[in-house]
């Protein structure tokens, strides 16, 4: 176990009567790091992150914060806690003020505290012009960072985030990511979502969950640094393995079909090699086209007919 | 903790215009009757002297408000209670409280105390106008003190039926017809039990009321409103954990 | 699959638990119905009962039933609600009331047995003794309960030795059934010789009875039953029948002049009866005797009358009709006044002790007398050397809350009151208002 783990979660499982929502889902996050949880809807992304939250109950396995187990120390554990669900927890009744007031006592921020940190998550998440209008006059996209604001007002050490972005415009995503990236210095954040780019963007590990398993791991830097200098060949006519092969010992040659392949760690004279067997076996290229959506395909393959 | 979440059910009361509207309309009906009632007495003043036990201003006066202000509790209650879980659920919001270091006993008893501290403001507000008489004449503080507390026992009860209702489901609407439902059953074993000696009479709400308008303040009174008020918020705090099942 | 199974079971047992808190509520609330102690807050403790109540209650061995003939559906202030209201401190204070509502039109009988005339009649059963109470108010209930529970039954002395009566003689003219009916009411017999007993020996409610001796008693005996009237032992005297003088010590002690005749009776010939039986005019109801209803035959009746250097007080019992007197020639000659003077029996008292010089013996035994009622005569005038000569007086609470006067404080301070709705009103809008332009 990494001295650094902060968020733990042990073979979780979890039963709606006799439907498998969760099936031994294993996870850990670290301080510092931004973690997505990927899947399609139904997976359980929503169910995992409502047990570690304290929302839901699981059937068995055990979830651990900092080493505390939250079913037998909740109190202590939730004070560094901070959860956005899907549909954010707002009062719609009080002004931005006084709904961080109040979820910075509910979070048990002490007193003297209390007005400062309210000030700078303001600050923090752009709520500065409407600190002082009714939630339920706000739009949706300041609505949904003030849902961030009570998140991490009491500075959590673990911000749980479902699906932050669902529903706004494409300004207002690019400006959550920005805040999400800003806050998670010093911070676990677990971020869910179905928008890979968005995964990709902001995330340093990724999670594939599917029908409650979870079926795929990665770091994404690496799986992109991997990925760099990628290219997937698209040809008219069949291809002979054999020769690529033959001629790309070291590379690693990924057969799509009979028609394309990929290949890493391209560089230009291997393409320039790859130009000159096409066109001297006629196998007629078509595409070249760089790697920079297979986490589309592993999640695609990973995910379709199951 | 409790006392948070006291000061923000507090205040979404206090900010909601129904409320302020509530207490006015409410104080319009005890007015009505307070005067109606001084004026009865005022009339029949002179014939008191020649009865051989004759009741006194307050029993004339102060103890009809307090039987008025129970009958329109029965209506009350549920507009009360109604929007304190099942709005929570209809917004979502309860998620934010779940993943706070906070228990639902803490959530539970902060919201109740609150709805209680708002009720508790009629029997108050009818105490204090009463007691306006006390300039013009006599009157029996004990058994005003007695009604006061009979009240403060009776809106407990039904500000907890309330409250479990209302966690019932997520539609405040759905919340407030369940209330007033169940406190119209109340109310009709409350006029069909006229004897004392029939079963229905021992267990009904109201009429364990009834004692406390004449003074007496029985033991096993307020016994039976306690025990009530304890099951009902039992109840409500197993219902409210079982939603994260 | 074991997860499954524990899951189910959970959610069974949940069911269960509500199940079984719903009627742990329903136990519950009916168990607490026993704790009927309550906190009288009123300014008069209109229901708190006075000392002398809760005495009485507090002394009752035996359980009080107490029916109430009442009508499902009354008037306002005489429904059953309101006459449960007036037992209340009752019932609080003692658990041996038994309380019963009753629906004289769905028991006819048994309000006719009780002789009930009006709704909201109350009638006490104690110790096979009934009274009806048509009043009901705390002087009116603690009274007859009073009377009903007899706290202190007398004890029964019967003087041996100088040819009295025995009373467990038996025959037409024996005591017989009289003294039956009194043992069965409660009182204890026992001998009592003058000579053996030592004077304290005797317990603080005890009765000497003298059944008619025919010889005069010794003057060492008189002096002893004297002795134990002052330490406040009643005296049952009853004079015998035949022609006697009764001037000794004991009479002289009373401070009473009896008559050695005894009265003959004109009209009782009319009625198939001798002239020794006097039929009186009138019956002074008081005490036991209050709700005596029949009619009495008087057997040898003798004049009583009182010297007025007694220390005794007088109470008459019965008034004779001058005229009906045939032999009133003798008594006048022995200076007897036939209009003031006392005719047998008389109750005298003096501090505690209390003393009746009655009639012979038989006079209570119904046997010869037909339908007179004088078996029930003698027991309630027995009852009476039980009964405490003050009636118990339960004072009028003072109330000084019947007046108001509408001053200028009543009617500024009361009117605000009427302000308040609309400053409510102007709040509420003025929050609304406010908020809105957030």
Not at chain 1, 120 to 134: D, F
Not at chain 3, 243 to 265: A, F, P, R
Not at chain 3, 280 to 291: A, E, T, Y
Not at chain 3, 365 to 394: A, C, H, P, Q, T
């Amino acid at each position: 176990m990494d001295s650094q783990t902060y968020l733990e979660i042990n073979n979780l499982n979890k039963f709606y009567d006799k439907h498998h929502a969760l099936d031994n889902v294993s996870l850990n996050i670290s301080v510092g790091e931004i973690v997505g949880l990927l899947g399609p809807n139904g997976a359980g992304k929503s169910t995992t992150m409502k047990i570690v939250t304290g929302n839901l109950s699981s059937s068995s396995g055990d979830v651990l914060i900092d080493d505390i187990n939250i079913v037998q120390q909740p109190t202590k554990t939730k004070t560094q806690l901070g959860y956005l669900p899907e549909v954010p927890p707002l009062y719609k009744e009080l002004t931005v003020y006084e709904f961080l007031i109040l979820a910075s006592k509910l979070k048990k921020i002490p007193k003297k505290n209390i007005t400062a940190s309210v000030e700078s998550t303001i600050e923090m998440c752009g709520l500065r012009e409407v600190r002082k209008k009714l939630i339920s006059n706000l739009s949706k996209g300041f609505q949904q960072r003030v849902g961030i604001a009570q998140a991490i007002v009491h500075n959590p050490k673990l911000v749980v985030l479902d699906e932050p972005t669902v529903g706004l415009d494409p300004n207002q995503v690019v400006q959550i990511r920005e805040l999400i990236k800003k806050i998670s210095k010093n911070k676990a954040i677990l971020f869910s979502s179905h928008i890979l780019s968005e995964v990709e963007a902001i995330c340093n590990r990724v999670y594939i969950l599917n029908f409650g398993k979870i079926i795929y791991s990665a770091n994404i830097k690496k799986l992109t640094d991997n990925l760099l200098n990628s290219f997937q060949f698209e040809f008219t006519n069949k291809f002979d393995e054999s020769i690529i092969v033959e001629k790309f010992p070291k590379s690693k040659i990924n057969i799509i079909n009979q028609f394309s392949f990929s290949l890493e760690n391209v560089d230009q004279l291997m393409i320039n090699k790859l130009l000159i067997l096409g066109i001297e076996n006629n196998w007629g290229l078509t595409k070249m086209i760089p790697l920079k959506e297979s986490l589309e395909k592993i999640f695609t393959s990973l995910t379709k007919n199951k | 903790m409790i006392r948070t979440i006291f000061f923000k059910e507090l205040k979404i009361l206090f900010v909601s215009p129904l409320s302020w509207i509530m207490l006015g309309l409410m104080q319009i009906i005890f007015a009505w009757i307070f005067f109606s009632r001084v004026d009865y007495f005022l009339s029949i003043q002179f014939q008191l002297g020649r009865m051989s036990s004759p009741p006194g201003i307050t029993e004339i006066v102060n103890i009809p408000v307090f039987g008025v202000c129970s009958i329109v509790l029965l209506v009350i209650t549920p507009l009360l209670t109604m929007r304190l879980f099942s709005e929570e659920k209809k917004n979502q919001t309860l998620p934010l409280l779940f993943s706070s270091p906070i228990s639902i006993l803490e959530i539970t008893m902060g919201k109740f105390l609150s709805v209680m501290f708002f009720a508790s403001l009629f029997p108050i507000l009818i105490f204090l106008m009463t007691s306006s008489l006390m300039f013009g004449g006599n009157l029996d503080l004990g058994l005003m003190i007695s009604c006061v507390i009979g009240i403060l026992l009776l809106s407990s009860c039904l500000l907890s039926i309330g409250i479990f209702i209302s966690s019932l489901t997520s539609s405040p609407i759905v919340a407030a017809m369940g209330g007033f439902g169940i406190n119209l059953i109340l109310w009709l074993i409350n006029i069909a039990s006229e004897d004392p000696e029939t079963f229905i009479y021992k267990v009904s709400l109201i009429n364990h009321f009834e004692n406390f308008l004449d003074g007496t303040v029985y033991v096993k009174d307020i016994l039976y409103f306690i025990i009530i008020t304890f099951f009902m918020l039992l109840l409500t705090i197993k219902k409210i954990n079982n939603e994260r099942f | 699959m074991n997860k499954k199974i524990s899951v189910k079971l959970f959610s069974a047992s949940n069911y269960l638990l509500y199940f079984f808190i719903s009627i742990l509520l329903i136990v519950s609330l009916i168990f607490i119905d026993k704790f009927n102690h309550f906190y009288d807050l009123t300014n008069t403790r209109k229901f708190t009962i006075s000392e002398e109540s809760s005495k009485i209650l507090e002394e009752l061995k035996e359980n009080l039933d107490i029916l109430v003939f009442s009508t499902k559906e009354s008037v306002e202030g005489n429904t059953r609600k309101d006459l449960h209201k007036f037992f209340k401190p009752y019932l609080s204070h003692t658990n041996k009331i038994i309380l019963k509502f009753v629906d004289p039109r769905e028991e006819p009988f048994l309000a006719e047995k009780h002789k009930i005339t009006q709704n909201g009649e109350v009638v006490i059963n104690f110790n096979n003794q009934s009274a009806n109470i048509k009043e009901l108010t705390e002087s009116n209930f603690l009274n007859t309960i009073n009377k009903l529970t007899n706290v202190k039954i007398s004890n029964l002395y019967f003087i041996e030795g100088h040819g009295e009566s025995t009373f467990n003689s038996l025959g037409p003219r024996g005591s017989n059934r009289f003294f039956n009916s009194l043992s069965k009411a409660g009182f204890k017999f026992e001998k009592f010789n003058l000579f053996n007993e030592e004077i304290s020996e005797l317990p603080v409610n005890a009765t000497i009875i003298l059944l008619s001796p025919e010889k005069n008693l010794l003057k060492g005996e008189i002096k002893k039953i004297i002795s134990h009237i002052d330490l406040g032992i009643n005296l049952v005297w009853f004079l015998n029948s035949k022609k006697l003088d009764y001037e000794n010590e004991l009479s002289e002690y009373l401070g009473i002049k009896i008559s050695s005749n005894t009265v003959k009776s004109k009209r009782s010939v009319n009625l198939n009866m001798s002239e020794d039986f006097t039929i009186p005019k009138q019956i002074n109801k008081f005490g036991s005797l209050d709700d005596f209803n029949g009619t009495i035959v008087l057997p040898f009746t003798r004049i009583i009358k009182q010297n007025t250097s007694s220390k005794f007080n007088f109470k008459k019992i019965v008034d004779l009709d001058y005229n009906d007197i045939k032999n009133k020639k003798g008594f006048i000659d022995e200076q007897f006044d036939l209009s003031n003077d006392n005719y047998s029996p008389i109750i005298i008292g003096k501090n505690n002790a209390k003393v009746i010089v009655s009639t012979s013996s038989d006079f209570f035994s119904n046997e010869n007398y037909g339908l007179y009622s004088n078996l029930e005569f003698g027991i309630k005038l027995f009852r009476f050397l039980n009964y405490e000569i003050n009636k118990i007086f339960i004072a009028e609470k003072t109330r000084d809350d019947l007046s108001l006067l509408i001053n200028n404080r009543v009617f500024y301070s009361s009117n605000f009151f009427l302000i308040l709705p609309i400053i409510f009103f102007i709040l509420g809008f003025f929050v609304w208002w406010k908020r809105k332009r957030y």
